[in-house]
Antibody, heavy 112, light 112 residues
Framework: QVQLKESGPGLVQPSQTLSLTCTVS????????VHWVRQPPGKGLEWVGA???????DYNSALKSRLSISRDTSKSQVFLKMNSLQTEDTAIYFC??????WGQGVMVTVSS | DVVMTQTPVSLSVSLGGQVSISCRSS???????????LSWYLQKPGQSPQLLIY???NRFSGISDRFSGSGSGTDFTLKISRVEPDDLGVYYC?????????FGSGTKLEIK
C-alpha cells in the first residue's frame, strides 16, 4: 500500500529556512519520482518541485533560488528545504508520488 | 509557463445529474513522445487532492466509470455522470507535459 506522510514545523519565522520531510512506504524512491505541491489557504495548487528516480531534481523556476529537494533512499525519505521564507510561503505542503498518490499535507505558517 | 484555464469557477448540480468541466491550456499539451499529459484531480473538503484521470482519458485505479475525460491539444473536458453526494469538492486540471507543472484554478462542485 502506497503511503506518504509529511512532517515538519508548523510555524516558521520570516526569513528563516523551512525543512520538511516526506516519509514514504509501499514503493521505492529509486523507481518513482516524488513531487512537492503546495496550496495557500483557500487557493489552488502550485507545483514546487520534484526528485526523480535517478536522483535528479526539477524546481519551479519561481522558487528555484530558494529551494532544495533531496532524499535518503535508505530511510525512504524525501526532504524539502526552502530558505528566505516569506508570508506568501504560508501553505499546506503536500508530497506526492508522481501526482498519483498524495500525503495528507502539512500546514506551514510563516509568521513572526 | 503553461497557463491552465478552467471553466466554470463553480457549478451546482442535482443528484443523479451530469456536469462538464472545461480546461484549456495556453499551449498544446502534446509531448514530443506523442503522449498528452493532462490530468484531473478532485480535492474533497479537508482532504488531499486525488487523481481521477490521467493522460486525458485514462481513469486512475478505483475511479468510477461515472468520470470520463476527453479532449486533445489545448481543449479538454471532464464529465461526471449520475452525480453522487461524495462527488462534491474542487476539481482541478493539471498538465505534466512541460515544466513547471501547472494546474487550473479549480472548479467547485456543489450539490443542489
Amino acid at each position: 500500500q502506497v503511503q506518504l506522510k509529511e512532517s515538519g514545523p508548523g510555524l516558521v519565522q520570516p526569513s528563516q529556512t523551512l525543512s520538511l520531510t516526506c516519509t514514504v512506504s509501499g514503493f521505492s524512491l529509486t523507481s518513482n519520482s516524488v513531487h512537492w505541491v503546495r496550496q495557500p489557504p483557500g487557493k489552488g495548487l502550485e507545483w514546487v518541485g520534484a526528485i526523480w528516480s535517478g536522483g535528479s531534481t526539477d524546481y519551479n523556476s519561481a522558487l528555484k533560488s530558494r529551494l532544495s529537494i533531496s532524499r535518503d533512499t535508505s530511510k525512504s525519505q524525501v526532504f524539502l528545504k526552502m530558505n528566505s521564507l516569506q508570508t506568501e510561503d504560508t501553505a499546506i505542503y503536500f508530497c506526492t508520488r508522481e501526482l498519483a498518490h498524495w500525503g495528507q499535507g502539512v500546514m506551514v505558517t510563516v509568521s513572526s | 509557463d503553461v497557463v491552465m484555464t478552467q471553466t466554470p469557477v463553480s457549478l451546482s448540480v442535482s443528484l443523479g445529474g451530469q456536469v462538464s468541466i472545461s480546461c484549456r491550456s495556453s499551449q498544446s499539451l502534446v509531448h514530443n513522445n506523442g503522449n498528452t499529459y493532462l490530468s484531473w484531480y478532485l480535492q474533497k473538503p479537508g482532504q488531499s487532492p486525488q487523481l481521477l484521470i490521467y493522460k486525458v482519458s485514462n481513469r486512475f485505479s478505483g475511479i468510477s466509470d461515472r468520470f470520463s475525460g476527453s479532449g486533445s491539444g489545448t481543449d479538454f473536458t471532464l464529465k461526471i455522470s449520475r452525480v453522487e453526494p461524495d462527488d462534491l469538492g474542487v476539481y482541478y486540471c493539471g498538465q505534466g507535459t512541460q515544466y513547471p507543472l501547472t494546474f487550473g484554478s479549480g472548479t467547485k462542485l456543489e450539490i443542489k
